[in-house]
């Protein structure tokens, strides 16, 4: 619960707010793209970062809502510079879309917050034939990075600024099919919950080779993962009577948006992450995540996976 957070070595805990772990800090000339920025943590952490004077690009599915967060931030900071980019993650035509037409307006990209997800969905697949879960919060997002990588590491050697990647992820992630994630049955009907937890870990793993590859590569980058906290949003939304009870006894047991998005927004922006990579954050402190989540050849596996998916 958070009620009962302490501190960690950080100075910060399971309590603190996004605004609180970036107090004093000045995102002024970064430029941030934030997916699934239209609700829930993704919208408080665009709030966030462009309050911290960050140039955020929100990557959203629902393009009105999209706008009408774009118009509620800007109505509060006037100074804040955000735009709204249409991007729908399971369909890996649309994140091609969307790294094209972001690449060609010429803007430089420093943090990329890989955001957006959906959580315990009735089994669908997605318009590439992938499980919905596993294609939207890991393969849109391993594809969206992996495009947008040169743009990046451009941007590191021109600015010399570090270059961040951020996966959220969850505690989640521990609760998966026993051999992690199942190759041979990606499609999986039988378990939703499993489902989500493999897409979960999928995130940790991801980053974890990531920061492995950015390291050979010598670039100025750190890719981690997180665990933003049990929050009150509407992930919960297809988990029939559990989400009635979240709403009735989340306010006191579960985060609220503003402390949810506080691990993001610490992992964005503060100065105590520098130089840490393939790291695995929650509480705004880092953590460790599942044996499973710290295997580097099932990491590998899943690169090479996942890169005959998204060919």
Known sequence: MWLFGRKGPSGFSSSSTAEEV????????????????S???????????????VHVIMGVRNVAAGRDVKEAIVKEIPTAKVDTMELDLSSMASVRKFAADFSSSGHPLNLLINNAGIMATPFMLSKDNIE?????????HFLLTNLLLDTMKKAARTSKREGRIINVSSEAHRYTYKEGIQFDKINDQSGNFAAYGQSKLANVLHANELAKSLKVDGVDITANSLHPGAIVTNLFRHMGPISGLVNIFGKIALKNVQQGAATTCYVALHPQVKGRSGEYFKDSNIGQASAHGRNAELAKKLWDFSMKMVK
């Open 22 to 37: 970036t107090q004093g800090i000045d995102g002024t000339g970064l430029t941030a793209i934030v997916t699934g920025a």
């Open 39 to 53: 609700s829930g943590i993704g919208t408080e952490t665009a709030r966030v970062l462009a309050l911290r004077g």
């Open 132 to 140: 919905l879960q596993f294609a939207t919060n890991h393969i849109g």
